[in-house]
């Protein structure tokens, strides 16, 4: 029977599962699950979108086969089952979760391996290819391979940090983020042996998007709110008082600067000031976090007062970029 809903795929289990569901609520699309055992959820801010909750590997397969039109995973599992005919169109690359890197990591005791350059000579010393225990066979492969270091891959699907210690592999290729459970079980990484980076990223069947204008129009939707989030996440709102003349010489003024522009520049308002003086006037700029204290000196250079900072939950542009990218990628005009 051929659907008629469009389908989002999310992780059904763990941390990512959960920073996922928090991570679209800030975004304000929240998700609403009525039995808590159930596979299958709704958006009600985005009619006809039905959520379903899946592993983060099957998510991927289920877009690359069409099953589902979107899904939200990580990176590297997704370059792991992707395939090679350009079924998966990554929407959005960074969604500032889930961090981690598929790194190579060697025993403790190979003291002359420091660099990926030294595994030949582990090759050419045991007299065969390198054993490399991993649940990323493709892109640990396809690594080796142009770095010119032959291998055997050595499927596992338990713990692999133990592989090396009871002599079922040489080396592991491995999720790592503190590279504690590695120190644990004396391992280490390279330091050059970055297979993939990797954090959540928001991707779809591009099949879909290019033959179905209800696709186009949620994927918009979801870019929309999720650009609009992590780009104010970067940002605050600054709120300050300023004698001047009109509100174009106080504007000359904040040009002058370098951090208080804002987006745009300045929204600088009349204050109806309780002592009845005319040249009193509100102004209200959007900064970048890491700027914060230079705006501030900035604006106490200049004669600003009352200098209120609030957070920002969302800054829309004119169109989200990432929905823009994507139409061209697919060949599309707004």
């Known amino acids: 029977m051929q659907r008629t809903d469009l389908r989002l795929s999310i992780p059904s289990k763990g941390r990512l599962a959960e920073e996922t569901i928090e991570f679209l609520k800030a975004c304000g699309i929240d998700i609403y699950k009525p039995n808590p055992r159930q596979y299958e959820a709704t958006i009600p801010s985005i009619p006809g979108l039905t959520v379903l909750f899946q592993r983060p590997t099957d998510i991927v397969i289920s877009i690359r086969n069409g099953s589902v039109d979107f899904g939200i995973t990580g990176l590297d599992v997704l370059e792991e089952h992707r395939g090679d005919n350009g079924d998966i169109m990554i929407l959005h690359e960074a969604l500032g979760y889930g961090k981690c890197s598929l790194a190579l990591a060697v025993p403790e005791g190979w003291s002359s391996v420091e660099s990926v350059a030294d595994l030949p000579g582990m090759v050419t010393q045991l007299g065969r290819p390198l054993r490399v225990a991993t649940k990323f066979p493709n892109l640990t492969e396809r690594f080796m391979k142009e770095q010119n270091i032959p291998i055997t891959i050595v499927s596992a699907e338990g713990t692999l940090e133990i592989a090396p210690a009871i002599g079922y592999a040489d080396m592991i290729s491995d999720l790592v983020s503190s590279g504690q459970t590695l120190r644990d079980n004396r391992l280490r990484p390279l330091a050059d042996g970055v297979v993939q980076r990797s954090q959540t990223v928001l991707a779809a069947n591009s099949a879909v998007l290019r033959n179905n204008p209800q696709a186009l129009a949620v994927a ?30 106080i504007a000359s003024r904040i040009f002058a600067q370098t951090t208080i522009s804002g987006l745009n520049g300045p929204t600088i308002s009349h204050i109806v000031h309780r002592d009845g003086d005319p040249n009193w006037y509100a102004l209200h700029i959007i900064v970048h976090r890491s700027e914060l204290s230079a705006a501030i000196n900035e604006l106490r250079a200049v004669g600003g007062s009352g200098v209120v900072v609030a957070p920002v939950t969302y800054i829309f542009e004119e169109e989200p970029p990432r929905y823009t990218a994507m139409l061209a990628a697919l060949g599309k005009t707004k």
């Open 220 to 249: 918009r939707q979801l870019l929309e709110f999720i650009e609009a989030y992590l780009r104010a996440q970067n940002n605050v709102a600054i709120f300050a008082n300023m004698r001047g003349e009109s509100p174009q010489a």
